[in-house]
Nanobody
Framework: QVQLVESGGGLVQAGGSLRLSCAASGSIFSINAMGWYRQAPGKERELVAT???????YYADSAKDRFTISRDNAKNTLYLQMNSLKLEDTAMYYC??????????WGQGTQVTVSS
């Protein structure tokens, strides 16, 4: 059974930084692409960033130049470094295993709240 557990969310002022982590178990983490999605209240879930098994990355326009996705295959952990946070980054952030389409495995989410 694949389990994804996010951590690192919280309350931060606009312009601040947070680092999200996602610990994976029960999957072949090192060979699967992984990603981060987010969902704000009243909005659809949206893709934030992805990273392939080889480290190739993709960012949504909203995340480019501010967020960095990375992975540590030895620790089965996915990261999202978020800098220069904006009010509109407030959302629940989800870690997702992209080894299947559509993705089958999602974390429970970690809340990020950006205040003015």
């Amino acid at each position: 059974q694949v389990q994804l557990v996010e951590s690192g969310g919280g309350l931060v002022q606009a312009g601040g930084s947070l680092r999200l982590s996602c610990a994976a178990s029960g999957s072949i983490f090192s060979i699967n692409a992984m990603g981060w999605y987010r969902q704000a209240p009243g909005k659809e879930r949206e893709l934030v960033a992805t990273i392939s098994s080889g480290g190739r990355t993709y960012y949504a326009d909203s995340a480019k130049d501010r967020f960095t996705i990375s992975r540590d295959n030895a620790k089965n952990t996915l990261y999202l470094q978020m800098n220069s946070l904006k009010l509109e980054d407030t959302a629940m952030y989800y870690c997702v295993d992209l080894g299947t389409q559509p993705p089958l495995y999602w974390g429970q989410g970690t809340q990020v709240t950006v205040s003015s």
